[in-house]
C-alpha cells in the first residue's frame, strides 16, 4: 500500500521528529510513505478566519500537489477534517476527501492494525482529542486503542474532550480567553507523565502555557508515541 | 438593549483580569447544567427528537406568515388584544400607551430575553413606573443594575458570597445568609410587588397557532404569579416562537427544559390563551392580555438564506454551557442579550453585523456547541457564514487580511513557503515576540520552539 504524507506546516516547523516518526510507523506497517515536495499549508487558518478566496487557493494547491495520491495521512486531526470535510464544502468536489485520514484513523481503519507493539508498557498517559478529529472525523477510540494496545495506561481526564482554546487566530485575537481555557485543561490534567495529542495546534498551544506558567510537563505528539509503541515491540 | 460587543475583546479582557471568580461561578454552573442536560437525554433517543424539534421548527419558521395570523385569530376570539410591533420603538409606543391608558404605577416582570433586548425596564421606569423583576436571578441583577449573563440563568456569574453581600447590604440580611433565607428575603419583597402590581409582564417560550396559547416555562412560580396576579397581562412573543400544533408543544416544553436545565419539563407550565377576567364572581386572571408579536430583526434574519436557521433557537442555554469559549467569561464579555455561541450568530443577524462583528470570531470552532442543539442549528457552520461576511465588508483588523494573504501566497509558492519554515528556527526570540502575531501569542504562552530542521529537510536527508 502507498500513501502520500501531508505533514502540514505545523508538522514541518514545529512537529518535524514527529512527523519522521509518522514515516518510520508507517513503514514498519509496510506502508510505503511518498512525501510530494510542492505541498505547504492545507489553507485552514484562512478557512477559519473567514479569508475564503484565500483558503480555496490554498486548497487547491493541496490538491493538485496530492492528485495522484492514493492515500492522503496526515499527523493531524484538524488538517484531516479541513481535507476530509471543508474540502467539499470549499471547493464543490469531492476529489481526496474520502481517501485522506489522521494518522491513528489511517491505522485502524484502513490498515485494520489494532495493535502496534508493546513499548508503552508502564507509561501513563493524557490524551488530549482534538475537536475537529474528535467532533469532524468522529475520531476517538482509534488513538485511545491504539495507545492502550501499547501498553499504556491512559489516566481518566474529565476534560480529554474540552477545547484548548487554540482555534488558530482565536488564540492571537483574545489570548486571555485563549490561555483561560487552555488552563482549564491544564489545571484539571491527572497525574500523567505525558500529555498526548495527534494534533500539533492543541500541542503548541498547550505546551506554550504550560512553560510560560513553569509547569513540568510532557508533550508528545500521538506519532512519535506510536512509533514508541512500534519500536517497543520485540 | 445597548449593543457593546465591538469590545468583546476588552471586555473578556477586563472580566478575566479584575473579576476572576465570574470564570469560577460561571464554570462551575455551566458544567452543572450541562451535566444534568447529558443524564436527562441519556434516557431517551435524543437524536430522534433533535431530528423531531429541527423539522417542525423549520416548518412553522418557513410558514411563519400563516401560522402568526392563526395565532392572532384564536387569541382575538378569546378576547386577547393582538400588537405587532416591528421595532423595539414599536414596543415602546405600545407599552406607553397602555402605561397611560391604565395608569400604570408598579409592574412585576417575568424573566424574558426579549424584554432586555427591547429595552423594556428603562422605558418603564423613564415613564415613572416601578418595575420589580421577579424571577430570583434577575431580581439579583436588576438590584445591580447588570444585563443578564446567561440565557437560563442570568446571574450565573455571581457566587453565593456576592449574593449574600449584596442582599445584606440592600436588604439587611445576614451576611451569612443561606440560599434559603436569601430567597425568602426577595420572597418578602416581591410578593407585595405581585399584590399591588398593576401590570404584569412576560415573554413567552412558544405560541401555539393551532389554539393560540402562550406557553411559559420557569421554577419559581414567579411566572405565574405575574401573569395572574395583576389586572393587566402583557406578553411579549418574538414572531419566531410560533409552533404550528398543541401537539408540537408537549414536546418543545420537554425538549426545551431537558436541554436547559435536565429537567423532565419545568417546575411550572403556564400555558396563557386569553384574559381570565371573573368567573362565578371570583377574579381569576388578568382583566386584560395583551400579546404583542415583536419582529425587531427576525423578518430580515429569515429572509437571509445563509444565516436564517439561528431563528430555531428555542433558548434553552446548552450551547452556552458546552462552550470552553463562554465558560471563562460568562455573557457579559459579549455586550449584548444574547451571548454565548447562540449570541454569537444571531446577534448579528437581530442587530447588525457592523455593531456585532467580533462575536463570531469569540469561538475557537470546537463544534460542541452543535452537539448539544436541541433543534440542531449548525452553529459552528453559521460562526463561519458571519466571518466571511465580516472580512468581505472589510470589518476585521488589516492586519490579519495581509498576514493571510501573505500566508495564501506562501502557500501557493513551496519555494517560499519552505524558505518561511526554515526561516522561522533561525529568527532571535526577540525578534518574533515583536512580529503582530507572536507578540499576541506570547502574552500569556512562551514562544513556540521552532528550532532544528523541518521536516522537509528531514526528509530530503533520508528517514530510518
Not at chain 1, 486548497?59 to 467539499?88: F, I, Q
Not at chain 2, 462583528?357 to 469569540?362: D, E, I
Amino acid at each position: 500500500m502507498k500513501v502520500s504524507l501531508f505533514v502540514t506546516c505545523i508538522g514541518d516547523r514545529f512537529y518535524a521528529e514527529a512527523s519522521a516518526d509518522a514515516v518510520r510507523l508507517l513503514r514498519s506497517l509496510d506502508v510505503e510513505v511518498d512525501f510530494p515536495m510542492g505541498q505547504t499549508c492545507c489553507g485552514q487558518p484562512a478557512w477559519n478566519s473567514g479569508h475564503l478566496p484565500e483558503a480555496r487557493r490554498m486548497a487547491e494547491h493541496t490538491l493538485a500537489v496530492l492528485k495522484d495520491a492514493e492515500y492522503v495521512v496526515l499527523p493531524s486531526g484538524s488538517c484531516a477534517a479541513m481535507l476530509r470535510c471543508t474540502y467539499p464544502h470549499l471547493l464543490g468536489r469531492r476529489e481526496l476527501s474520502d481517501r485522506s485520514y489522521e494518522l491513528a484513523q489511517f491505522i485502524v481503519d484502513i490498515l485494520g492494525v489494532h495493535e502496534l507493539g508493546r513499548g508503552l508498557e508502564g507509561r501513563r498517559l493524557a490524551y488530549h482529542h482534538g475537536c475537529h478529529a474528535l467532533r469532524e472525523l468522529g475520531v476517538r477510540e482509534q488513538p485511545e486503542q491504539l495507545l492502550r494496545s501499547g501498553g499504556a495506561e491512559l489516566v481518566p481526564w474529565e476534560m480529554d474532550q474540552e477545547c484548548c482554546g487554540f482555534g488558530g487566530l482565536f488564540s492571537v485575537k483574545t489570548p486571555e480567553v485563549s490561555t483561560a481555557m487552555a488552563d482549564r485543561k491544564l489545571d484539571t490534567l491527572p497525574a500523567a507523565e505525558t500529555i498526548v495529542s495527534a494534533d500539533g495546534g492543541c500541542l503548541l498551544q498547550l505546551e506554550s502555557r504550560a512553560r510560560y506558567r513553569g509547569l513540568n510537563l510532557e508533550f508528545r505528539s500521538l506519532a512519535s508515541t506510536l512509533w514508541e509503541a512500534r519500536r517497543g515491540s520485540p | 438593549m445597548e449593543v457593546h460587543s465591538r469590545d468583546y475583546a476588552k471586555r473578556a479582557r477586563a472580566i478575566l483580569r479584575d473579576t476572576p471568580g465570574v470564570r469560577e461561578a460561571v464554570t462551575a454552573a455551566t458544567r452543572s447544567f450541562d451535566d444534568h442536560r447529558r443524564s436527562a437525554f441519556a434516557e431517551l433517543d435524543g437524536e430522534a427528537l433533535r431530528d423531531w424539534a429541527e423539522g417542525v421548527k423549520s416548518h412553522a419558521l418557513t410558514h411563519l406568515d400563516r401560522y402568526l395570523e392563526q395565532a392572532e385569530s384564536r387569541l382575538m376570539e378569546r378576547g386577547a388584544h393582538v400588537h405587532w410591533a416591528e421595532t423595539a420603538e414599536d414596543v415602546h409606543r405600545i407599552l406607553r400607551e397602555l402605561v397611560e391608558r391604565e395608569g400604570v404605577r408598579r409592574a412585576v416582570k417575568a424573566k424574558s430575553m426579549l424584554s432586555e433586548e427591547v429595552g423594556v425596564n428603562p422605558l418603564l421606569e423613564a415613564e415613572g413606573v416601578e418595575v420589580f423583576e421577579t424571577d430570583l436571578g434577575e431580581y439579583i441583577i436588576q438590584l445591580l443594575g447588570e444585563p443578564p449573563s446567561h440565557i437560563v440563568g442570568p446571574a450565573i456569574h455571581r457566587s453565593l458570597e456576592d449574593t449574600q453581600a449584596l442582599f445584606s447590604e440592600r436588604l439587611g440580611t445576614a451576611t451569612d445568609a443561606s440560599p434559603e433565607e436569601l430567597a425568602g428575603a426577595a420572597r418578602g419583597i416581591l410578593r407585595e410587588a405581585f399584590l399591588a402590581a398593576d401590570l404584569g409582564i412576560s415573554g413567552g417560550n412558544f405560541l401555539v397557532a393551532e389554539t393560540g396559547s402562550i406557553a411559559l416555562i420557569e421554577n419559581e412560580g414567579n411566572i405565574r404569579m405575574s401573569t395572574s396576579l395583576p389586572r393587566v397581562h402583557v406578553a411579549l412573543v418574538g414572531i419566531e416562537k410560533i409552533l404550528p400544533r398543541l401537539a408540537d408543544l408537549s414536546t418543545f416544553l420537554q425538549v426545551t427544559s431537558k436541554s436547559a436545565t435536565g429537567q423532565p419539563v419545568g417546575t411550572f407550565v403556564s400555558i396563557i390563551q386569553g384574559p381570565g377576567g371573573s368567573r362565578g364572581g371570583e377574579p381569576d386572571g388578568p382583566e386584560e392580555l395583551h400579546v404583542v408579536l415583536v419582529d425587531n430583526g427576525r423578518t430580515r434574519l429569515l429572509a437571509d438564506p445563509e444565516a436564517w436557521e439561528a431563528l430555531r433557537c428555542v433558548r434553552c442555554g446548552a450551547c452556552l454551557n458546552i462552550c470552553p469559549v463562554y465558560r471563562q467569561t460568562g455573557g457579559h464579555a459579549y455586550g449584548y442579550v444574547y451571548s454565548g455561541p447562540i449570541g454569537a450568530v444571531i446577534s448579528p443577524g437581530l442587530v447588525s453585523l457592523e455593531e456585532t462583528f467580533p462575536l463570531p470570531f469569540a469561538s475557537s470552532l470546537c463544534g460542541a456547541c452543535a452537539e448539544v442543539c436541541p433543534v440542531r442549528i449548525p452553529i459552528p457552520h453559521l460562526l463561519h457564514t458571519w466571518r466571511e461576511r465580516a472580512v468581505e465588508q472589510g470589518l476585521t483588523e488589516g492586519t490579519a487580511r495581509s498576514l493571510m494573504k501573505g500566508w495564501s501566497r506562501a502557500a501557493t509558492h513551496p519555494r517560499l513557503f519552505d524558505w518561511i519554515e526554515r526561516a522561522m528556527a533561525v529568527l532571535p526570540d526577540g525578534i518574533s515576540r515583536r512580529l503582530p502575531m507572536l507578540r499576541d501569542w506570547t502574552r500569556g504562552r512562551s514562544l513556540p520552539r521552532a528550532t532544528g530542521p523541518t521536516f522537509r529537510e528531514i526528509w530530503k536527508d533520508g528517514i530510518e
